[in-house]
């Protein structure tokens, strides 16, 4: 069974940093692309980062130059360098993965930005 496992979510004053991982497992194919969405309260899921095979990365605007996506083992696991977090980063991250023919989804990770 294919299932996403994340992981480095938390509460953090606004300017700090945070890390967040996701790891695939349970495939021997890595994802075409992994990212990352995030969910505020009465808000629509957004795009917050992605990565293809190709290492190509898109960024949403409000992250643009704080937040930084990156993969490793090969592939299926998925890192968000968060940096110069704000209270409005505050959200319900979930991690996505893409395979060919299917996609999943992770458990999601709070984030809280507060001072």
């Known amino acids: 069974q294919v299932r996403l496992v994340e992981s480095g979510g938390g509460l953090v004053q606004p300017g700090g940093s945070l890390r967040l991982s996701c790891a695939a497992s349970?495939?021997?194919?890595?994802?075409?692309?992994m990212g990352w969405y995030r969910q505020a309260p009465g808000l629509e899921r957004e795009l917050v980062a992605s990565s293809t095979g190709c290492d190509i990365t898109k960024y949403a605007e409000s992250v643009k130059g704080r937040f930084t996506i990156s993969r490793a083992n090969a592939g299926k696991t998925v890192f968000l360098q968060m940096n110069s977090l704000k209270p409005e980063d505050t959200a319900l991250y979930y991690c996505n993965a893409v395979w060919t023919t299917f996609d999943i989804w992770g458990q999601g990770t709070q984030v809280t930005v507060s001072s």
């Open positions: 349970g495939s021997k194919i890595r994802p075409n692309a």
